[in-house]
């Protein structure tokens, strides 16, 4: 069985997915949803902000797992 794995849409004003994001954290360690929103958009602010929450939970749980 072969399982491909689907990226999710963060945010459709300035598109990135999951894996944008991700990339990011792992690159830059601790982050802030400000600076991993900027990085993931091209440097654009969030416009409808609907995507923020799932953006502050993805970071929240990658802080969490990344060590000082």
């Not at 069985?1 to 991700?22: A, E, G, R, T, W």
């Not at 929103?37 to 995507?51: F, L, W």
């Amino acid at each position: 069985i072969c399982y491909q794995v689907l990226n999710m849409f963060v945010c459709l004003c300035h598109p990135f997915s999951d894996k944008k994001v991700k990339e990011h954290l792992d690159t830059h360690g601790n982050s802030t949803v400000s600076k991993t929103y900027s990085a993931c958009s091209g440097g654009e602010n969030p416009n409808c902000c609907q995507c923020l929450e799932t953006l502050k939970d993805i970071v929240k749980t990658h802080n969490s797992g990344v060590t000082a």
